[in-house]
T-cell receptor
Framework: GAGVSQSPRYKVAKRGQDVALRCDPISGHVSLFWYQQALGQGPEFLTYFQNEAQLDKSGLPSDRFFAERPEGSVSTLKIQRTQQEDSAVYLC?????????????FGPGTRLTVT | QKEVEQDPGPLSVPEGAIVSLNCTYSNSAFQYFMWYRQYSRKGPELLMYTYSSGNKEDGRFTAQVDKSSKYISLFIRDSQPSDSATYLCAMSSSGAGSYQLTFGKGTKLSVIP
């Protein structure tokens, strides 16, 4: 069956550009998570959606980061005025469970490079 | 000090060896403990999930949690070249915010044929 998909898989942006990263979760999954994985590090939590509601955005590193999931399925992570420290892999995960750490299925990630 | 510490390796073993991977943590609120496997250019894949202390076995994999020592381990028996990947430990608390996973930085494992 289809897993979590993310697009684009690779994105190169010049410093100062805005980028939009897309996540298509597994159909029917109510929970959606975004994580940031810097080179050689483990993923770090960014934000959590339960259906269309963004219940937790405590991990977003600055107000340049914005996420949405308007219809409770596809989600977009937007980064405004990108900076070099934003270079990382952005992972999306979804779960059929609500507010649980269990059974989070991860997508392949979008590798963002800011030059 | 990070909440979860994990030796990044790299760790290189011959095929058939027993592999021991481990993490330590400082947050006593962590109740749920997971091990993920991440192949290069892929997303993490859940291998094992344990609640509180104890052991759990699944095929060639055994997960151990010692909450008194704040120490968790993953053992891989009869290691195979296909086990070559980065292994990430992850943890979460119970109650509010329990969905939020805190990861170690991962240990890169190579199993040599």
């Amino acid at each position: 069956g289809a897993g979590v998909s993310q697009s684009p898989r690779y994105k190169v942006a010049k410093r100062g550009q805005d980028v939009a990263l897309r996540c298509d979760p597994i159909s029917g999954h109510v929970s959606l998570f975004w994580y940031q994985q810097a080179l050689g590090q483990g993923p770090e939590f960014l934000t959590y959606f339960q259906n269309e509601a963004q219940l937790d955005k405590s991990g977003l590193p600055s107000d340049r980061f914005f996420a949405e999931r308007p219809e409770g399925s596809v989600s977009t992570l937007k980064i405004q005025r990108t900076q070099q420290e934003d270079s990382a892999v952005y992972l999306c995960a979804s779960s059929i469970l609500e507010q649980s750490s269990y059974e989070q299925y991860f997508g392949p990630g979008t590798r963002l490079t800011v030059t | 000090q990070k909440e979860v510490e994990q030796d990044p390796g790299p760790l290189s073993v011959p095929e058939g060896a027993i592999v021991s991977l481990n993490c330590t943590y400082s947050n006593s609120a962590f109740q749920y403990f997971m091990w993920y496997r991440q192949y290069s250019r892929k997303g993490p894949e859940l291998l094992m999930y344990t609640y509180s202390s104890g052991n759990k076995e699944d095929g060639r994999f055994t997960a151990q949690v010692d909450k008194s020592s704040k120490y968790i381990s993953l053992f891989i028996r009869d290691s195979q070249p296909s086990d070559s990947a980065t292994y990430l430990c992850a943890m979460s608390s119970s109650g509010a915010g329990s969905y939020q996973l805190t990861f170690g930085k991962g240990t890169k494992l190579s199993v040599i044929p």
